[in-house]
């Protein structure tokens, strides 16, 4: 199947600094990729869809100055958690749409950890 | 939107035959069903797709009824390695989103 990889796996980092994860199709491309986060023992929480050339949009309640979503590329989205704090800490999960409408299938990455001290 | 109901757990042991069953009431005319594996800290992995009637791949099956509010996923003869969580996942045709449910988390027992 397609390959979707997320960078880096694990993130580490002080309180206030900001983190990037990058989001990459590696054999197709994707006009549309989309952001999860998950907090232990829970299911994928929808927090952003990102569409190539376009503002990304954002779920109910996700601060879009929080969480800033790129999508240059058909190939890679970047979502970058600015001003990290402690509560920031979660599973986050990028996927791509190969296809589209009702019948796309989703490919996901393997996840990036954050953790904020 | 297509919200997707399912069990919260299911215990099984090893060999047994699984069925996981998922209620999505407002399905729309275009939605196609999958479900997906996740297991701990590991980003979801695809299992089986389809729209009707039933589709079958080298791991599991899936039955879906003419009415399309439910699909049951089906894996056969269970083995340890088979413990995670799986979700059902209905697109939202008209503004290309999915949305996930709580999902079944399996545990199979030796």
């Known amino acids: 199947g397609a390959v979707v990889s997320q960078h880096p796996s694990r993130v580490i980092c002080k309180s206030g600094t900001s983190v990037k994860i990058e989001c990459r199709s590696l054999?197709?491309?994707?006009?549309?990729m989309f952001w999860y986060r998950q907090f232990p023992k829970q299911s994928l929480m929808l927090m952003a869809t990102s569409n190539e050339g376009s503002k990304a949009t954002y779920e109910q309640g996700v601060e879009k100055d929080k969480f800033l979503i790129n999508h240059a590329s058909l190939t890679l989205s970047t979502l970058t958690v600015t001003s990290a704090h402690p509560e920031d800490s979660s599973f986050y999960i990028c996927?791509?749409?190969?296809?589209?409408?009702?019948?796309?299938?989703?490919?996901f990455g393997e996840g990036s950890r954050l953790t904020v001290l | 939107l297509a919200k997707t109901t399912q069990p919260i757990s299911m215990d099984s042991y090893e060999g047994q035959e699984v069925n996981i069953t998922c209620s999505h009431n407002?399905?729309?005319?275009?939605?196609?069903i999958t479900w997906y594996q996740q297991f701990p800290s590991q980003g979801p992995r695809f299992i089986i797709q389809?729209?009707?009637t039933k589709v079958t791949n080298e791991v599991a099956s899936l039955f879906i009824p003419a009415d399309r509010k439910s699909s049951t996923l089906s894996l056969p003869r269970v083995s340890l390695s088979d413990t995670a969580v799986y979700y059902c996942?209905?697109?939202?045709?008209?503004?290309?989103?999915?949305?996930f449910g709580s999902g079944t988390k399996l545990n199979v027992k030796p």
């Open positions: 389809g729209y009707k």
């Open positions: 407002n399905i729309a005319t275009n939605d196609y």
């Open positions: 996942l209905v697109g939202l045709y008209n503004f290309n989103k999915f949305y």
């Open positions: 054999d197709f491309q994707a006009t549309t």
């Open positions: 996927s791509a749409l190969m296809g589209g409408g009702g019948t796309g299938e989703l490919f």
